[in-house]
């Protein structure tokens, strides 16, 4: 049974960065899509962005340009770089493997203004 775990959430300050990574035990194939997924307070769960392939990324509107999605295959890990942070991207974020349809337990990212 996979498993995901995120990590790398915190506090930052506005036009701050961060790096999550989600790390995955058991086996993903390093071409299968994941992706990102936040939750912020008392709202819906959106997606953030995703990956397929070993490269291919797409994005949210919000969040283009200023987030990168990447992967390696061989640590069968996913990361989200977080650059040029506003509060509105104060949120819990997820990561997601749709073909099995898991999540991870989440990490809590704070931007203060």
């Known amino acids: 049974q996979v498993q995901l775990v995120e990590s790398g959430g915190g506090w930052v300050q506005a036009g701050g960065s961060l790096r999550l990574s989600c790390a995955a035990s058991?086996?993903?194939?390093?071409?299968?899509?994941m992706a990102w997924y936040l939750q912020a307070p008392g709202k819906q769960r959106e997606w953030v962005g995703g990956?397929?392939?070993?490269?291919?990324?797409k994005y949210a509107y919000a969040v283009k340009g200023r987030f990168t999605i990447s992967r390696d295959g061989t640590k069968n890990t996913m990361s989200l770089q977080m650059n040029s942070l506003t509060p509105e991207d104060t949120a819990v974020y997820y990561c997601?493997?749709?073909?099995?349809?898991?999540w991870g337990q989440g990490t809590q990212v704070t931007v203060s203004s």
């Open positions: 058991g086996t993903i194939a390093s071409t299968a899509a």
């Open positions: 997601y493997y749709p073909l099995r349809q898991i």
């Open positions: 990956i397929i392939a070993r490269a291919v990324t």
